[in-house]
């Protein structure tokens, strides 16, 4: 596991960043978090190095499965996110607690770096900071 990066003089909510699983842990990642609830294909758990892996505060598998067939309405998935994670506040301030000491990377597997549930959860925890 690499060492946290220093504490910067950025706003918490700036300290919140999102990365693909498949790429290159760095140290500047800070707390890496896996916010996906399946496992990424073909990721081996020693490669990942994951400070947590918070399985419980990804989009229910009704939601995975309703957006994976239903890429285009992104912002519908955005609202039925959020209401999902309106009903975690204790998953939430967790993350946020994260954040307010230092970086935290929040890591998905999806392909699409635009549209995935790691970007809604840093926008709601920016929001929510």
């Avoid at 690499?2 to 498949?22: D, F, H, N």
């Avoid at 890496?32 to 399985?55: N, Q």
């Avoid at 009704?62 to 992104?74: G, I, Y």
Wanted: proline share 5%; net charge neutral.
């Amino acid at each position: 596991m690499p060492s946290a990066s220093p504490p910067t003089s950025e706003a918490p909510g700036e300290l919140i960043r999102v990365k693909r699983i498949y790429r290159a842990a760095r140290v500047s990642d800070g707390k890496r978090i896996l916010v996906d609830r399946l496992w990424p294909r073909g990721m081996a758990k020693d490669r990942a190095r994951l400070f947590h892996w918070c399985k419980e505060i990804a989009p229910s598998d009704e939601l995975r499965r309703w957006f994976h067939e239903h890429p285009d309405r992104w912002q519908e998935f955005t609202t039925r996110y959020e209401a999902e994670l309106a009903a975690h506040d204790d998953l939430v301030r967790e993350l946020a607690e994260y954040a307010r000491e230092n970086v935290v990377t929040l890591l998905y597997a999806s392909k699409d770096e635009a549209h995935n549930n790691a970007v809604v959860l840093r926008d709601y925890l920016r929001q929510w900071l």
